[in-house]
């Protein structure tokens, strides 16, 4: 298993920029697919953009164009770089690590998330 820690979130006006930062507790040469995903309250939560080991990228059609996701090997890190930030963004965001075995079977972690709020 792998500890993860999210950092970086906070108060922002629309159309404001945030850093979000995912700190692993080993290389990430040993993830295959790490992931941002994020929940509103009431809501389920959702898959914002993932970026795997090969470095291929996917993003959700709702911030595709304004969120970059990328991954430092050297620091252990994923950050997700948010801008035009719109309050429809406001969730606490969780940082996801995936690795798969033989057989078909993955092992999954996830960090306890942190809060971003847009305001209008």
């Known amino acids: 298993q792998v500890q993860l820690v999210e950092s970086g979130g906070g108060l922002v006006q629309r159309g404001g920029s945030l850093t979000l930062s995912c700190a692993a507790s080993?290389?990430?040469?040993?993830?295959?697919?790490m992931a941002w995903y994020r929940q509103a309250p009431g809501l389920a939560r959702e898959l914002v953009a993932q970026?795997?080991?090969?470095?291929?990228?996917y993003y959700a059609d709702s911030i595709k164009g304004r969120f970059t996701i990328s991954r430092d090997s050297a620091k252990n890190t994923m950050f997700l770089q948010m801008r035009d930030l719109k309050p429809e963004d406001t969730a606490v965001y969780y940082c996801y690590a995936e690795t798969e075995k033989w057989g078909g079977v993955a092992s999954t972690d996830w960090g306890r998330g942190t809060q971003v709020t847009v305001s209008s």
């Open positions: 080993k290389s990430l040469f040993s993830i295959d697919t």
């Open positions: 970026v795997t080991s090969g470095f291929n990228t």
